[in-house]
């Protein structure tokens, strides 16, 4: 047995004492005061994490309570080149759990509560990582800094804070997503349109809930001359969507239903605004403004195409494609407002694809009411630290290595230098997020040796 193995075997009660009192707290963002720019809980999980590190005589400093530091360095005088990115901020428990969510469940080989996977029992092992180095006496020639942040779910405006006031390390990885190593993660944008509408012939339309997920419910009111029209086209159509339309006085309810999807794998779901739009297209509306704009609408953004091929944006390069969703919409009293969601490939902009959509929408009255986006996020696959983590992860894994990309952004997004490292293995599914969120035992623990190893190899 390997020495790390070994030591992590040594402390698997002081692992689990410490993870077990991160998870009875619930460090669910709260009500920010002049001392806690989160709320108390987040707060009281850093001061457990970094008085725990201090107890094993590591450097630790606390700033502001948005952030915590914990610094291994050679000499006292160097800086860290390896950061670790941890948070120690959960989402809220939400519905559903077999097992009580904020304290630890150990049953049948698996560790349960909120966090124990995102990203508590990550931060543990990273720790305890750093530990097991200080402990049996592995020589580094470069420091570490493990960097515990609060507010990774909502915004992560501690790495924000921590970019403010001090140096990030050259090379960063975080423990927050999925091995083997991610280096490339699209850009993202979030756009509002409006438009004037008419409201005798559509009383008004609904749909989406957030803006980062394909639809799964939309409705509109309508005036009831469109019932046989309404009617006729739900009859013959077979797009995915079911409809469903009630007579209500002199108005029509038309309610579509679809299927919910992440914005980052909208070809997973079925989008029911833009079938939903699809269906009052169809209906020979008499009052000409809205029926151009609803056939604008659904020239540019086609029910079923998710990639903006008819919005003059598709692209494609290594890092995936673009993709776009229509994600929510709302009409009445003569104004018609949209949203979507954009993931773009590293080859694009986002004053490229910003310009590419106001060209689309120029020959239509639609106007781009609010643009707010983020540029992707790259580290080549070539650094030194993507081929040192592969390298780890197919040794203790014996699963070859690769770097991927994904749609969605990680607590690196915007970090250079930064990758994402573990802790869920591909293809398996542990319910961050969600009730009963788990991570098999022998993953806590073999993350551990994953880090320690991994620390060792970046900084000898
Ligand atoms: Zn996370």
């Known amino acids: 047995m390997d020495s790390y193995r070994n030591f992590i075997k040594n402390n698997e009660n002081q692992m689990l004492s410490l993870l077990s009192e991160l998870i009875s707290i619930p460090s669910v963002m709260g009500e920010a005061t002049d001392t806690f720019p989160f709320g108390e809980k987040p707060a009281q999980t850093l001061s457990v994490i970094l008085s725990t590190a201090s107890q094993m005589g590591f450097t630790v400093t606390n700033r502001d309570n948005y952030y915590g530091t914990v610094d291994y360095l050679p000499d006292a005088s160097s800086e860290p080149s390896l950061a670790v990115l941890c948070h120690l901020d959960v989402v809220p428990e939400g519905k559903g759990w077999t097992y009580p969510s904020f304290s630890l469940t150990e049953k049948d080989g698996m560790l349960y509560g909120r966090g124990v996977t995102d990203d508590k029992g990550p931060a543990v092992s990273v720790l305890f990582a750093l530990y097991a180095i200080k402990k049996l006496g592995v020589k580094l020639s470069k420091g570490v800094r493990l960097i515990f942040g609060t507010n990774e779910e909502n915004g992560s405006a501690d790495i924000k804070h921590y970019l403010r006031n001090e140096k990030m390390p050259s090379m960063v990885f975080t423990p927050d997503a999925s091995y083997p190593v ?206 040192t983590l592969l390298s780890v992860y197919e040794e203790e894994t014996g699963i070859k290595g690769e770097c991927l990309s994904i749609g969605g952004g990680t607590y690196v997004h915007g970090i250079s230098g930064g990758v994402a490292f573990g802790v869920e293995h591909p293809g398996k599914d542990y319910r961050i997020h969600g009730a009963d969120e788990f991570v098999p035992s022998s993953e806590f623990y073999d993350n551990t040796v994953m880090f320690a190893k991994a620390i060792e190899k970046i900084c000898r």
């Open 182 to 387: 991610i280096n490339c993660e699209k850009g993202m944008a979030r756009m509002n349109f409006s438009a004037k509408i008419s409201n005798c012939d559509i009383i008004s339309i609904h749909g989406g809930q957030v803006i980062n997920a394909v639809p799964s419910d939309a409705e509109a009111i309508i005036n009831s001359k469109y019932y046989d029209s309404a009617k006729a086209f739900i009859e013959g159509s077979n797009n995915g969507c079911v409809y469903s339309i009630s007579e209500r006085g002199d108005t029509v309810s038309i309610i579509t239903k679809g299927e919910s999807a992440h914005a980052s794998t909208p070809e997973n779901g079925i989008n029911a605004i833009t079938g939903l739009l699809q269906l009052l297209c169809s209906l020979d509306i008499s009052d000409n403004t809205t029926a151009k704009l609803l056939s604008d609408i659904v020239r540019l953004y086609p029910h079923g195409e998710t990639n903006g091929n008819s919005l003059g944006v598709a692209c494609e390069d290594e890092s995936g494609a673009l993709t776009c969703v229509l994600s929510l919409i709302d009409a009445k009293h003569g104004k018609l407002t949209f949203s979507t969601d954009t993931r773009f490939p590293r080859s694009m902009s986002c004053d490229e694809l910003k310009n590419k959509i106001n060209e689309s929408i120029s020959k239509t009255d639609i106007t781009l009411s609010d643009f707010s986006g983020t540029e992707p996020h790259y580290t080549s696959p070539d650094s030194f630290l993507a081929k």
